[in-house]
């Protein structure tokens, strides 16, 4: 009884770990999403209005995607150092170290994109920022792309893989 | 905030500490050249701080910090001459990227200048008594450029104002209100970053105002909005680069303004620093 007891707990361990990466997936997904449409509104504003950068990433961190906010929450905790750091630097820490899921190179990506912003022409501004909100979305759609065959795996790899530590322990 | 304190806010650092300590209340500007230490510009004299030379990205970090890192906003007020922060203005020099529209005002920017704001109150007790008597008239105030006209301009709203007369100021660079930092009397309305025809034209139409104050006119638009305001009864405050009346002749448009009755009094400044004066100039 306790061996049948004992092998269902491994199985559901590997369920839940199939459903917290399915989760973790979603949410990386999710995010993607929503940074590449938080830089579409920059780059919207940068084009149409006269807004300073800091309003801009007030505005974004107070009704930016809930996933994303934190890149700028981040950003704008550090903006009282403007004038003594570089806009570009600031945009770069916040980029690093905010807990976005991101991949190195989306990561990379992003915390290059504030060499461009506020110093250059709008159109250079925007130019930039659809480079990055294109690879963010191509990352994004490619998820979305493999989502089935991923949460499939998932499945299958925790369910197979408890299995086969009931073997190995029975 | 006084004016010094806003300019020195605006440097790095580094910059900041160093001036704050060198520079008195005589100085007018501040200077930032590349490879240059800092100067501070007196009514006399130009005199160079001992402090560590301007770097290209101390030049930028200004910038950045008084535009809110939106140089590209910033542009249009830029290629006009100046930028204002909290009534500071920002002059520029570098590589002009001339009429390109992709609007990048200055490629490499190699000196910045940073005119301190004054609020000096008391500088027209002296010619007071002959500015508010009576009926008010249309005034325009005269100076060469840094001869202190803005200051002059602020003080006599502050006045006419504080007298319960409504004015109503087209502040286009945000330089004379400096967005708050300033006191311009109870009864000012202040229409800021707007051409200031046309802000002089919105305020006549929407705030009923008895004056109406205007920095530094000078194009025909401007003139065009004088004759206007002129034709509708309002009272007009101005001022204008010129050092006397015959420079103001020697310019087809102010002439013309003049010889249509458009200002009733000439306020002169001259002078620097702290010798300036003040005489008032009736136009018969």
């Given at each position: 009884m306790s061996k049948l007891l004992g092998a269902l707990l491994v199985l559901a361990g590997g369920l839940i770990w199939a459903l917290l990466s399915v989760e973790t997936g979603r949410k990386r997904m999710e995010c993607l999403t929503q940074l590449a449409s938080d830089l579409e509104r920059l780059s919207c504003e940068l084009d149409t209005g006269d807004r300073p950068l800091p309003e801009l990433i007030h505005m974004l961190s107070e009704n930016g995607g809930v996933q994303s906010r934190d890149f700028f929450v981040r950003l704008e905790n550090s903006l009282w150092r403007m004038g003594d750091v570089e806009f570009r630097s600031l945009w770069r820490e916040a980029a690093e170290r905010c807990s976005v899921p991101l991949n190195r190179t989306e990561r990379y990506a992003l915390g290059n994109l504030g060499a461009f912003?506020?110093?250059?022409s709008r159109q250079r501004q925007t130019e930039a920022i659809a480079e990055c909100g294109k690879l963010l979305k191509k990352s994004a759609q490619e998820m979305r792309d493999q989502w089935p065959n991923r949460t499939r795996l998932s499945f299958g790899l925790g369910a197979g893989g408890a299995l086969m530590i009931v073997l190995a322990l029975l | 905030m006084n004016g010094t304190k806003a300019a020195l806010e605006l440097l790095p650092t580094g910059l900041r500490e160093k001036a704050g300590r060198e520079a008195?209340?005589?100085?007018e500007e501040l200077r930032l050249r590349l490879g240059q230490p800092v100067s501070y510009v007196t009514g006399v004299s130009e005199r160079r701080s001992c402090g560590p030379p301007v770097r290209r990205e101390d030049l930028y970090l200004l910038l950045e910090k008084a535009t809110g890192a939106a140089l590209h906003a910033a542009a249009g007020a830029l290629e006009e001459g100046y930028y204002c922060k909290n009534g500071v203005r920002i002059g520029v020099c570098g590589q002009a990227s001339g009429?390109?529209?992709?609007?990048?005002?200055?490629?490499?920017?190699?000196s910045l200048s940073l005119r301190i704001p004054r609020e000096c109150r008391g500088i027209l007790d002296g010619v007071k008594g002959k500015l508010l008597s009576g009926r008010l008239e249309s005034t325009l105030i005269l100076a060469p450029p840094g001869g202190g006209k803005t200051t002059a301009l602020r003080e006599l709203i502050r006045l006419i104002s504080q007298s319960g007369i409504r004015v109503g100021v087209a502040d286009e660079r945000m330089e004379l209100f400096g967005g708050g930092v300033?006191?311009?009397?109870?009864?000012t309305d202040v229409l800021s970053c707007q051409p200031k025809a046309r802000a002089a034209m919105q305020l006549m139409r929407a705030?009923?105002?008895q004056v109406i104050a205007m920095d530094e006119i000078g194009g025909e638009e401007d003139a065009g909005a004088v004759r206007q305001l002129f034709g509708c009864g309002i009272t007009l405050l101005a001022s204008i680069h010129a050092r006397d009346r015959g420079d103001l002749e020697r310019r087809p448009a102010c002439s013309r303004l003049l010889k249509e009755g458009c200002f009733q009094r000439l306020l002169i400044v001259s002078g620097s620093g702290g010798n300036r004066r003040y005489w008032v100039e009736d136009l018969g």
């Open positions: 912003l506020g110093r250059y | 008195g209340p005589e100085v009429a390109n529209q992709n609007r990048e005002p200055f490629r490499n920017i190699t300033f006191d311009l009397g109870p009864c705030m009923n105002p």
